[in-house]
């Protein structure tokens, strides 16, 4: 278990990324261009931290006190912002994450002012960490499954269609919003834990871009793409230790690349190359493609098949 | 109290620079480029590689600074932005991968730069002076003073261009809706390379003048101007001149302010919070168009 | 309130319903009676008003005044989600579906929100989608996606969609908009045979000679109001409907 000790950071570093990730994907897989998530990770490690430090409460209280506000604050951002669309939507998500550090570094009585909260030595354990990864994971792939896949894919897809199907999009919009907070809340109270202290810095433009690359280029279609984002953009500087000193250019060619060549990120890529398989095993399929009866009459169905088939085909 | 004004007026110009290539591109043919701030930086940092060998007068320094700033904006148009853009068959994906572009551009040219200046900052060596002028009390150095004219000339004249000009009309038309242009004979992609060319035109000689203004900046001084170039265009309006010229002016007057009256830990709150309020009240800012696309 | 020329009791209804943005009146007054399980239709150039009304029916824009009634009660103020929870359903003029769901998921969307205050076990929910595959012809697709199919048959996945939800009445806009003659009569063959089986309908169209085939109740609007209404045979020979819109050349072609 050596390479465990010695990769403790990383390792820890993946679930934190990996929720804050989640807090992205999940607006954007309803369609929210949120990049709120940041913020939101800063809300819920400070309020861990001040419930830690000034009201001394226990380690899981202090994250769970995170959890909370940080969803809390979530809502309310989404109540504000949610008829926003596009990218004045992350404009203003961005600009929410910047008022979020402005407060941190000068709220000085309560959150430490610019130098920050120390000295949070929360009893967080690695197979802590494990653990909530997974439930985490299991919830997100239930919302994958079935009749609420369906569901937010409309939303996804066109609003007006998904209302029309009885879908309340403003409700959807705003529980994820909710779900957006929850998830960052945790990852962000989770590494103060672990790391001990924090600065109002930590959670500025730099973390935007990192969670924004990490969510985008792993694809938001799934918490899969949010965790496939996660493992290359924190394992790949320690793998590349040689690449080192040029860590920032790699890591722009990587993503410059993924914006070329994967624009629905590399897991939106998987799933469009099956896709595509299962479309071509229908195309060789010489059966009807579309020539369809209106009376499902199995011999008149036959014979128009026979008949019309060919020159139906697109 | 004047000082400060004149102060104020010259960050306000440095803001409208640096902002008003970025405001044209999106509000005309909509790219959000996220690495804009790394063009200006980065077409300083070339100047300072060749002022490293040989001096140079500032003037040519700034032109200079200007080509390079053009020539990567072309670059970064023709090979990442124009590409994801034709690639793409929905308006959004675009949009979000044009903005992570982006930011792997803005990652390569900041991480070279930091690389080779290790993160420490970079000037020019400049054959000429920056000498402090002086009338009726105020004091301005050449710098500053050229810097607000360049930046008011520009202004006026891009947008009597906009205003008056064939190609300022098919970049309105653009603007207002891509498909009906190109039905009406607009080459779209010859428009935004050229919109790209002039954007990255402005923030390169933004980048010289500030560094000369500066004396020296380093390579992450252009992602903090990013943010302020954010809350100037949405407060101005995006795509419009006038939007961002009062959007750079009235950001440069309040942080100004702000400081000289004690509370400059919020100034830099300021920017955000004119974003987010602007926003939420008024989405289309002060000039700007109302959103004719529905999201 | 009776349903237009059925005399039984109408399920939708909209009752001198305007909206008005700004100085343009879209709909100004208009007032119709939807039941008996027959297809009614609105008739209408563009620019009279129709998609407007279909807007202010499903409640996706606002009513300056008005009122809109389903099965007795007043529903003008409801959400535009709550609209579909009520039991209409409605397809778009172009077809919206989910593009990468097999056609069998986007017919199962209908069913993804029961109508208000019932709750559908998942046998009830695989029956009314399967019940909405027979009644379209749409069984040999249901693992193809949209973009596989022709555009007639992607429409008629729209419409086993909104059947699957069981409404009590199907509004539809504009469905054959880019159809060729053979897959205008399908869903026209289509529309009469849900009718037959017992469904209300309201038909948006432009084209005329499908609504007078395929409707048993016509309305004619031109700017914003209700110009004619009744069998479809007489109101096309309405002089009143003839000058808004129908031309000269409809004696030449259709008498």
Redesign the interface.
């Known amino acids: 278990m050596n390479w465990i000790a010695a990769n403790i950071i990383p390792l820890q570093a993946t679930v934190t990324t990996f929720l804050l990730a989640l807090s992205f994907q999940f607006p954007m897989r309803l369609g929210l261009f949120s990049l709120a998530g940041v913020g939101l990770f800063g809300v819920g490690a400070y309020s861990s931290g001040i419930a830690f430090a000034k009201f001394h409460w226990d380690t899981w209280s202090s994250v769970a006190f995170g959890v909370v506000v940080a969803a809390l604050v979530g809502l309310l951002l989404g109540l504000v912002v949610a008829r926003l669309g596009g990218l004045y939507l992350a404009m203003a998500t961005i600009a929410f994450d910047m008022i979020v550090v402005v407060l941190a570094g000068n709220l000085t009585p309560l959150t430490g002012g610019y130098m920050g909260l120390f000295g949070i030595a929360g009893k967080v354990e690695l197979w802590h960490l494990g653990i909530i990864a997974v439930i985490v994971a299991v919830l997100f792939a239930l919302s994958e499954r079935g009749g609420m896949s369906r569901r937010i894919e409309a939303v996804h897809d066109d609003a007006a269609l998904a209302s029309s199907q009885g879908i309340n999009v403003s409700a959807y919009r705003l529980t994820a919003f909710l779900v957006s907070g929850a998830v960052a809340g945790l990852g962000g109270a989770l590494m103060l834990m672990v790391r001990n202290t924090t600065t109002p810095d930590a959670y500025g433009f730099g973390l935007i871009v990192v969670a924004l690359t990490v969510a985008i280029v792993g694809g938001t279609k799934s918490w899969i793409g949010a965790l496939i984002g996660t493992i290359i953009f924190t394992w790949l500087p320690v793998f590349l230790t040689v690449v080192g000193e040029w860590r920032e250019v790699v890591y722009g060619v990587i993503v410059v690349l993924a914006a070329l060549f994967f624009p629905t990120g590399i897991w939106g890529s998987i799933l469009g190359v099956r896709k595509r398989l299962a479309e071509r095993k229908h195309a060789g399929q010489r059966d009807v493609v579309d020539e369809m009866a209106t009376e499902p009459d199995a011999a008149e169905t036959e014979f128009l098949q026979t008949v019309a088939g060919k020159d139906s085909e697109q | 109290m004047i000082q400060s004004i004149m102060n104020a007026a010259v960050l306000g110009s440095i803001y409208l620079l640096f902002s008003m290539g970025m405001s044209l591109a999106w509000g005309t043919v909509g790219i ?1 480029n996220f690495a804009h701030g790394a063009i200006f930086m980065f077409s300083s940092f070339a100047v300072y590689l060749i002022t490293s060998m040989t001096a140079l007068p500032a003037i040519l320094c700034v032109i200079i600074a200007a080509l390079v700033g053009a020539i990567l904006s072309v670059l970064m148009q023709t090979l ?1 932005y124009g ?2 853009r034709k ?2 068959t929905d308006h ?10 982006g ?10 730069a ?2 080779a200046t290790k993160s420490g900052s970079f000037g020019f060596a400049t054959t000429d002076q920056n000498p402090v002028l002086e009338f009726a009390g105020i004091r301005i150095t050449a710098v500053s003073l050229t810097i607000f004219v360049v930046a008011i000339a520009i202004s006026i004249a891009l947008a009597m261009w906009i205003r008056r000009s064939r190609g300022g009309l098919a970049l309105r038309t653009v603007g207002v809706d891509a498909e009906t242009a190109k039905l009406m004979g607009i080459n779209e992609s010859r428009l935004a390379i050229g919109t790209m060319a002039f954007a990255g035109l402005l923030a390169g000689l933004a980048g010289g003048l500030l560094t000369i203004h500066l004396v020296a900046i380093n390579p992450t001084t252009g ?1 903090g101007l ?2 302020k170039a ?2 100037a265009i ?1 407060l101005g309006g995006v795509g419009s001149v006038l939007g961002v010229v009062i959007g750079s002016f009235v950001l440069a007057f309040v942080e100004t302010f702000m400081i000289l009256g004690g509370v400059g ?2 100034a ?2 300021v ?3 004119i ?2 309020l602007v ?2 009240i008024r ?1 289309r800012g002060l000039f700007g168009r109302a ?1 004719v696309r ?2 | 309130m009776t349903a237009s020329m059925t005399g039984e009791p109408a399920v939708l209804e909209t009752r001198d319903v305007a909206v008005h943005y700004g100085g343009i009146k879209a709909v100004d007054g208009v007032s119709i009676s939807l039941g008996g399980n027959r297809i009614f239709g609105v008739l209408g150039p563009n620019g009279s008003g129709k998609t407007t009304l279909l807007a202010a029916i499903t409640r996706l824009t606002k009513l300056t005044r008005g009122d809109l009634v389903f099965d007795g009660v007043s529903y003008a103020t409801a959400k535009p989600h709550q609209v579909a929870r009520r039991g209409i359903a409605r397809t778009f003029q172009t077809v919206r579906l989910l593009a990468d769901r097999t056609v069998y998921d986007n017919i199962a969307l209908g069913t993804d929100v029961p109508p208000k205050g019932t709750k559908r076990t998942s046998k009830e929910r695989r029956d009314a989608i399967d019940e909405a595959i027979g009644r379209t012809g749409t069984a040999t697709v249901l693992k193809r996606y949209p973009a596989e199919l022709s555009y007639g048959s992607q429409r008629r996945v729209e419409i086993a969609r909104a059947l699957a939800s069981r409404p009590r009445v199907l509004l539809l806009d504009e469905p054959t908009a880019g159809m060729n003659q053979h897959e205008r009569e399908e869903v026209a063959a289509l529309m009469s045979k849900l009718r037959d089986e017992g469904l209300t309908q309201l038909l948006i169209e432009h084209d005329v000679q499908m609504m007078v085939d395929t409707c048993d109740y016509l309305y004619a609007m031109n700017f914003g109001r209700l110009i004619g209404e009744g069998a479809p045979a007489s109101v096309v020979q309405d002089p009143d409907v003839r000058e808004a819109y129908l031309g000269k050349n409809w004696d030449k072609n259709h008498a």
């Not at chain 2, 959004?92 to 572009?101: Q, W």
């Not at chain 2, 930011?103 to 070279?112: D, S, T």
């Open positions: 959000l990442v590409v994801i690639r793409s959004h994906a675009a949009e979000r991968n044009v903005i992570i572009g930011i792997g551009l803005a990652a390569i040219l900041i991480g070279f930091s690389h992602d990013l943010l954010f809350a949405i830990g919020w830099s709150a920017a955000f919070a974003i987010f926003l939420i989405p959103e529905r999201t």
